[in-house]
């Protein structure tokens, strides 16, 4: 059985920084791309950044120079380093594991509010 299982979540003013993680079990980890992904109040979900096996990196035009992905690949964790947040930064994050042929699975989310 899959899991991609997400942390990190809560509240933070503006200019702050979270981290986020998302554990996966019942994949081979480091056969995956992983990648974050974004839902605002009424809004689609959308691409956030990705990274691959071998630790290239993609990042959505709002958040580069701000936030940072990278992998453990032994650990079977990916992360999302997220600084100098903001208020449209607000919403719920998904961790998705995506492997062509494979499998292409979703975590359940967390929160992540940026207000003062």
């Known amino acids: 059985q899959v899991q991609l299982v997400e942390s990190g979540g809560g509240l933070v003013q503006p200019g702050g920084s979270l981290r986020l993680s998302c554990t996966a079990s019942g994949i081979i980890f480091s056969r995956y791309i992983m990648g974050w992904y974004r839902q605002a109040p009424g809004k689609q979900r959308e691409h956030v950044a990705r990274i691959d096996s071998a630790g290239s990196t993609n990042y959505a035009d709002s958040v580069k120079g701000r936030f940072t992905i990278s992998r453990d690949n032994v650990r079977g964790t990916v992360y999302l380093q997220m600084n100098s947040l903001k208020p449209e930064d607000t919403a719920v994050y998904y961790c998705?594991?995506?492997?062509?042929?494979?499998?292409?699975?979703w975590g359940k989310g967390t929160l992540v509010t940026v207000s003062s």
């Open positions: 998705n594991a995506r492997a062509i042929g494979i499998g292409d699975y």
